[in-house]
Structures are given as structure tokens and as C-alpha cells.
């Protein structure tokens, strides 16, 4: 596995394969493609000694990407992230997610944080399985907060205590 943290060169990737997570409407809540300029803030608030943004690559492709993001931007919860996971859609199904989630626990204790949660949608099974494999429990669920196409999802928080 070939993990390290993300460039400057390696956002138009990045974005892409967060992009290819939309159609699907399981993974994010966005329902049109952002551009690379709309995720510069996003890209520039990570930082490798505290909130990561990795890219796993195999041979020299980049296949999937991970990022650890504050939680709710208060000082209190500084010991507590958001894990983002996206993988290329021709790569889904060989176990990176497990491989990305599982070095991300790792990475935890020297980043500073005890606790990890994620935001995953109630229909995106995959997600929920790969999370519960690991030990996050479900800590809470909006019902029907997100609107697409017409239709309602729910919102489970996913989270783990290290």
C-alpha cells in the first residue's frame, strides 16, 4: 500500500474521484461536480501533522483518498475527527476502504485524537458495513434530512472511540 499525503498536483485527481461519488447519491450530499477552485479552502485546511488528507496510490495512479477533518470547529473537540473516504469507482470492492479506514486508526493516537466519527448516509451499505467491521457504532441518525432527486435520506453518525 502506497499511502502518503496528498499535493498540491494531486487535487484534480482528488476531485475527480469525489466527483465520480455523486451520481450514486450514496456518498455525498453534493448533486452536481465541484470544481478544483471550490475545494482549495477545503484542500489548504488539512495538515499533515494534525488533519491529514491522504492519497493511496497503486503503481502511479491514485485510486482513493482519505481525510481527517475537525469536528464541529470547536476547541473542546480538538481530539476528535471526521474520516472522509473516497475510492475510484474501478477500484470499489478490493478491500481499500478496509486498508484506508484501518490506517487511519493507526495514524490516530500521534495526530492527537481518541475519538473518529463519520457522516454516512443510512442506504450506503457498503460504508455502514465497512464502519461496523471496524468497531464504529451508530451515535445518532437524522432522519430524512437530505433531499435528492425527489427523495429523502437519512443521515447515520458513525463513531469510534480509540
Not at 476531485?15 to 489548504?44: G, H, K, P
Not at 481530539?79 to 473516497?86: N, V
Not at 466519527?117 to 450506503?124: I, K, L, P, S, T
Request: neutral net charge.
Amino acid at each position: 500500500m502506497n499511502l502518503r499525503h496528498a499535493e498540491g498536483q494531486d487535487l484534480p485527481r482528488i476531485v475527480d474521484i469525489y466527483n465520480s461519488s455523486i451520481a450514486s447519491r450514496r456518498s455525498t450530499a453534493d448533486t452536481e461536480v465541484v470544481t478544483m477552485e471550490s475545494r482549495l479552502q477545503w484542500f489548504r485546511k488539512h495538515h499533515p501533522e494534525s488533519r491529514p488528507l491522504l492519497v493511496y496510490e497503486q503503481e502511479t495512479e491514485i485510486v482513493g483518498w482519505i481525510s481527517f477533518e475537525d469536528f464541529y470547529g470547536r476547541p473542546a473537540y480538538r481530539h476528535t475527527a471526521e474520516l472522509s473516504i473516497y475510492i475510484a469507482p474501478e477500484n470499489q470492492g478490493k478491500q481499500l476502504g478496509k486498508r484506508l479506514l484501518r490506517a487511519a486508526e493507526e495514524m490516530a493516537p500521534e495526530l492527537g485524537l481518541h475519538t473518529l466519527v463519520g457522516y454516512v448516509f443510512a442506504h450506503n451499505t457498503p460504508s455502514m458495513r465497512l464502519l461496523h467491521a471496524h468497531g464504529f457504532q451508530e451515535w445518532g441518525r437524522l432522519p430524512d434530512v437530505a433531499k435528492m432527486d425527489g427523495r429523502n435520506y437519512s443521515l447515520c453518525i458513525m463513531g469510534k472511540r480509540l
